[in-house]
């Protein structure tokens, strides 16, 4: 029997993708023979209502020297987390001499921000390439893992910290315990620990299974993450709802006693008992709704091939991986990827197999319709692409269900 990964429950598992690739494992072509695949399926714990994935990948295969996920490729994200950098040297970072740790700072893309401000930061991240880039732009980066023996060593090295910072990165880290224990190893009594990641209402809201893959360990919802952090002597003070990445939450925790929670995070938690998000039912019935989305979508993209109509896709996501996996999508029916990122383009998709191409290709010339993997990123392409429309040129989407605009 498969154990809650945060407080040791029993896990109902109520959706299997079956076997899948680490998502953001391009490959090299002609080096596709020794993929790793693992058993995608997600549960929830009876006892503590964490939803979370079945099968833990180690985390060494994902988080490598050549991870290619870089934050700043998205102009909308660079303005969020330009913003959010504002509004914390205003708030949690307003005092004298303020430091702020950041688990997973990627390419540096919030502390940017913090470091131009003059402020006291380090970000904390395992991937090397992207670490690099950040240290090229100033920011100060410890390149590891957080986990609670690398933030003892940081608070001896650096001192407390006010602020703990997580953008789309708790939720990729099973082992909750020691990132507690170092989150409360470094913080000043009053410090808070904020993190934002997607948010399971909106996965169910938006049939939005891609957001299921191996380095998104847990779903959280405000009721999840109060009781994990009751575990380990936190309190949820506050949430806020945000639009980035098909919809999150921003999470703020305080030692116990030491805040108020706001009126948001009962808000909250009654919608969730409301929209069942602690009862098997709901998943249940989201399982049925991920089948239905493969059927259309592959007897569209079947009946688009037969047609003669040029199909590729738009953003070589991890999320994508998923999506051409468990569907079935092969070179046959999209035949390439187009993406910004460099380290993607001239390698495959994992287990799909897609190429990935640089973006111009998707001009060269345009193709009758585009699958749209970056869905959570749709505002910003289509306005960057308003010119394929304008050709005669459909989006594919596939979430809440598969329609063509
Ligand atoms: N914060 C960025 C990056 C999110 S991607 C953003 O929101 O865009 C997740 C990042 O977390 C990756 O760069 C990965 O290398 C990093 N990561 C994974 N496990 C980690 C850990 N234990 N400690 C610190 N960073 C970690
Ligand atoms: P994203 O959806 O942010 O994350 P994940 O990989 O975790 O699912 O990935 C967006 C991908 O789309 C990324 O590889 C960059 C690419 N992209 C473009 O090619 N063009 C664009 O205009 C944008 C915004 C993203
Ligand atoms: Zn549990």
Not at 181 to 190: H, R, S, Y
Not at 200 to 207: A, C, F, K, P, S
Request: hydrophobic share 45%; with cysteine; aromatic share 10%.
């Amino acid at each position: 029997m498969v154990k809650c990964r945060v407080c040791g429950g029993t896990l109902d598992e109520f959706v299997d993708f079956g076997r899948q690739p680490l998502s953001d494992a391009f490959l090299e072509p002609g080096r596709v023979d020794d993929e790793f695949f693992f058993r995608l399926a997600v549960g929830m714990c009876a006892s503590c209502t964490m939803v979370q994935l079945v099968e833990e990948v180690p985390r060494e295969r994902m988080f490598r020297e050549d991870y290619p996920y870089v934050s700043s490729g998205s102009a909308v994200m660079r303005d969020h987390f330009e913003s959010t950098a504002r509004h914390f040297l205003d708030t949690e970072l307003a005092g004298s001499d303020p430091f702020i740790v950041e688990i997973g700072s990627n390419d540096g893309v919030m502390l940017r921000a913090i470091q131009k401000a003059g402020v006291r930061h380090l970000g904390v991240e395992p991937s090397g390439r992207v670490a690099e880039q950040a240290r090229a732009q100033g920011v100060q980066v410890r390149h590891d893992f957080f986990e609670e023996s690398s933030a003892a060593q940081m608070r001896q090295e650096h001192g407390p910290a006010d602020m703990v910072y997580a953008a789309n990165t708790l939720c990729h880290i099973p082992y909750t315990d020691s990132i507690f224990q170092g989150v409360d190893a470094l913080l000043t009594p009053g410090g808070v620990f904020v993190f934002e990641d997607p948010y399971l209402g909106e996965i169910i809201d938006r049939t939005a299974f891609d957001q299921i893959y191996d380095e998104h360990f847990y779903f959280f919802t405000a009721r999840s993450v109060q009781a994990m952090a009751q575990r380990f002597g936190f309190r949820l003070v506050d949430v806020q709802r945000l639009s980035v990445h098909g919809g999150e939450v921003r999470y703020t925790l305080a030692r116990a006693g030491m805040r108020t929670p706001t009126a948001a995070v009962a808000e909250l938690v009654a919608e969730e008992a409301v929209k069942g998000l602690a009862d098997l039912a709901t998943f249940e019935r989201f399982a049925l709704a991920v089948e239905r989305v493969r059927e259309d979508l592959m007897t569209l993209l079947r009946r688009l091939h037969a047609e003669g109509s040029t199909v590729v896709a738009y953003g070589a996501t991890a999320k994508s991986a998923t999506v051409t996996n468990f569907c079935g999508i092969d070179s046959d029916l999209v035949s390439f990827v187009c993406d910004t990122t460099p380290a993607k383009q001239g390698r495959l998709t994992p287990g799909a197999h897609l190429p990935v191409r640089p973006a111009e290709d998707f001009a060269a010339p345009f193709p009758d319709y585009a699958l749209l993997f970056a869905w959570n990123h749709a505002a910003e392409i289509m306005a960057k692409e308003e010119a394929f429309h304008g050709a005669g040129g459909r989006w594919i989407l596939y979430t809440p269900d598969v329609h063509v605009v």
